[in-house]
């Protein structure tokens, strides 16, 4: 244990959290941050707005056994699948006693385990930094950086007709496009079974509504952190000016991390992909860009321009200039209880607290607040 403490003093302790909408390009942002060669940052862990909520109290405490447990099985099993796609904590890529000793040389508690995992992938990679990707950490950013005082958050942003446009062609899809993932199915063939009960849950949150009042929410709990601790702390990074100008956005956000270029980190695969197959070298493409274009009816626009047309024009994104849908804006106004009640059951295996979880999303969602300003 003395010696894998020792060696996990390299790591540093300034880790990079990456926040955003789902489908904004946080992925995106993981392979370029992780193309540097000193950061590792790890995928979903979903830590602080589902485990740590439930063990509330115990953060930073001695665990009981049951709790270690808890903690261990929740770490392990997403080192063999990605969050929600039914991990087995006895297959994963990191054993037992090796997360155990790396959450011992960190401390007690919860935390401990979180961190402890997430500097054991930057161990194993051989990166100084580590950090952690998961976009709904957006709406838990204070507690991030109050837990981490030298920590950083990117919040993606990208347009919101771009980003429905993508997750209703996810909610839409019938089949199963496994040459998008770049998982290895043969050695994993159950992997493939616990994608399609994902990809249902996906169908069943899938509400425009509801995405347009999530983006909202992400945009607005983004700027009340970089209000609270500084754009030093909290930087904003459109995900169109990453494809549009990938050197310059990334050399920018560098500048911000106090970091030195480097070319490996434009070298990213294309993955998670709604339109796109795998390609572990496809590179920044500006394809995606105006493809909601051609995706969205002249009524989802004028839906989404409505409900977020004040915050888009604050983020830089033209308004179309189409009708206001009144009618569907109705329609999904009444369906709203129930579609929002549905989408809860479906994520009802992620959500430590339901009241909490919709509470810390409405009230960034809903009401007044000041405009935003973008990190330069």
């Known amino acids: 244990m003395t010696k894998l403490k020792n060696q996990m003093t390299v790591v540093s302790d300034s880790p990079i959290f990456i926040v955003g909408?789902?489908?904004?390009?946080?992925?995106?942002?993981?392979?370029?941050?992780?193309g540097h060669?000193?950061?590792?940052?790890?995928?979903?862990?979903?830590?602080?707005?589902?485990?740590?909520?439930?063990m509330k109290g115990r953060e930073q405490q001695a665990l009981s056994a049951?709790?270690?447990?808890?903690?261990?099985?929740?770490?392990?099993?997403?080192?063999?699948?990605?969050?929600?796609?039914?991990?087995?904590?006895?297959?994963?890529?990191?054993?037992?006693?090796?997360?155990r000793q790396a959450a011992h040389s960190v401390g007690e508690g919860a935390d401990a385990y979180f961190e402890g995992y997430c500097r054991l992938k930057a161990f194993k990679a051989r990166k100084a930094r580590w950090g952690e990707k998961t976009p709904r950490h957006v709406f838990r950013i204070t507690?991030?950086?109050?837990?981490?005082?030298?920590?950083?958050?990117?919040?993606m942003v990208r347009d919101p007709r771009a980003i429905i446009a993508s997750y209703r062609e996810i909610a839409s899809t019938q089949a199963i496009r496994v040459h998008n993932s770049?998982?290895?199915?043969?050695?994993?063939?159950?992997?493939?079974?616990?994608i399609k009960r994902d990809r249902r849950r996906v169908n069943k949150s899938y509400n425009i509504l509801i995405h347009c009042l999530l983006w909202r929410g992400v945009i607005r709990a983004a700027w009340r952190a970089q209000q609270?601790?500084?754009?030093?702390?909290?930087?904003?990074?459109?995900y169109e000016d990453i494809v549009e100008s990938p050197k310059k956005s990334v050399t920018d956000l560098l500048n911000w991390l106090s970091l030195d270029f480097s070319p490996t980190m434009l070298d990213v695969p294309i993955f998670n992909s709604s339109f796109s197959a795998f390609n572990r070298h496809g590179g920044i493409s500006q394809n995606s860009v105006q493809r909601w274009r051609k995706k969205l009816s002249a009524t989802e626009i004028g839906e989404i321009q409505t409900v977020c047309g004040k915050l888009m024009k604050?983020?830089?994104y033209?308004?179309?200039p189409v009708r206001t849908p009144f009618a569907a804006l109705g329609f999904h106004c009444l369906g709203l209880p129930l579609t929002v009640t549905r989408a809860a059951l479906a994520n009802r295996d992620r959500i430590a607290n339901v009241p909490g979880y919709i509470w810390n999303r409405l009230r960034f969602s809903v009401g007044s607040w000041p405009p935003l300003t973008r990190s330069k």
């Open 228 to 238: 609270r601790f500084d754009k030093s702390r909290v930087y904003l990074q459109r």
């Open 318 to 320: 033209d308004i179309d």
């Open 37 to 54: 060669p000193d950061i590792q940052t790890s995928g979903e862990t979903h830590y602080f707005d589902h485990l740590r909520i439930e």
């Open 21 to 34: 909408a789902s489908r904004s390009g946080t992925s995106l942002m993981q392979a370029i941050l992780n």
């Open 143 to 155: 507690e991030i950086l109050e837990r981490y005082p030298k920590a950083k958050v990117i919040c």
């Open 314 to 316: 604050q983020s830089g």
């Open 182 to 194: 770049g998982f290895d199915f043969e050695r994993d063939p159950e992997h493939l079974p616990a």
């Open 66 to 99: 049951n709790d270690l447990q808890r903690c261990e099985d929740y770490f392990l099993a997403l080192s063999h699948r990605p969050y929600g796609h039914s991990g087995d904590p006895e297959k994963g890529r990191i054993q037992r006693e090796e997360l």
